[in-house]
Every structure is written in C-alpha cells, then in structure tokens.
C-alpha cells in the first residue's frame, strides 16, 4: 500500500528525493513519516508531517538539510535530503499513522510500512 522509491548512490554533499506513493485506501487523514534504518542500527525516526501538511517534525541529525511534504490529491510524500553525509547512509522507509488527525514521532503510532529504499552516501 506504500511505496518508497528514489534511493540510489550519491556523493557527499549531494541530493535525493525520496517518493512515498500510497495505494489501496486514503491516507489523507493520516500523518505520514520517514524512518531509516542503517546496517547493524536500530530503526530511528527521520521526519513526521501531519494530514494537512503544515506540522512537521524532523530528528536533529538532519533538521535544516532534510524536508518532508505531502501532496494528498497525489496520495504522495516526498523527502526531499540536500547535504546528504555518509552517516545518511541507510534503508529509508515511509509508514503512515496509526489514527486519523493524529500526530507523533514514534514508530508505534504508525501502521502501514512500505518496502524501503536504500540509499548510500559515498564520502
């Protein structure tokens, strides 16, 4: 029902923009959401926006270089990541919340995951 595309191989300093394409029931209602895991690391939160688009959160470790965005008449979420490093380097997964209208960083408030991309940051 989610589909992440964009991830690929980039050089510091570079850019990528990550697509989150949903399918088979509406997430407009639904905050959506941006984890990564890298190799040997727990899953961490990388960036949360609400159902209208004009609440965002963002981890500290990309917060000025990372931007999330929605576009609900295309059902889709970008993760649009300038300045990228190689500690970037990771599985990117989108997920949308658990409860409509509601708002949260935790990977426990969301219940639809798509598959990843990966990204890898070369130095």
Request: proline residues 2%.
């Amino acid at each position: 029902q989610l589909q992440a595309s964009g991830g690929g191989l980039v050089q510091a300093g570079g850019s990528l923009r990550l697509s989150c394409a949903a399918s088979g029931r509406t997430f407009s209602r639904y905050a959506m959401g941006w984890f990564r895991q890298a190799p040997g690391k727990e899953r961490e939160f990388v960036a949360v926006i609400n159902w209208s688009g004009d609440s965002t959160s963002y981890a500290d470790s990309v917060k000025g270089r990372f931007t999330i965005s929605r576009v609900n008449a295309k059902v889709t979420v970008y993760l649009q990541m300038n300045s990228l490093k190689p500690e970037d380097t990771a599985v990117y997964y989108c997920a949308a919340g658990l409860t409509p209208n509601y708002y949260s960083t935790s990977s426990g408030s969301f219940g639809s995951w798509g598959q990843g991309t990966l990204v890898t940051v070369s130095s």
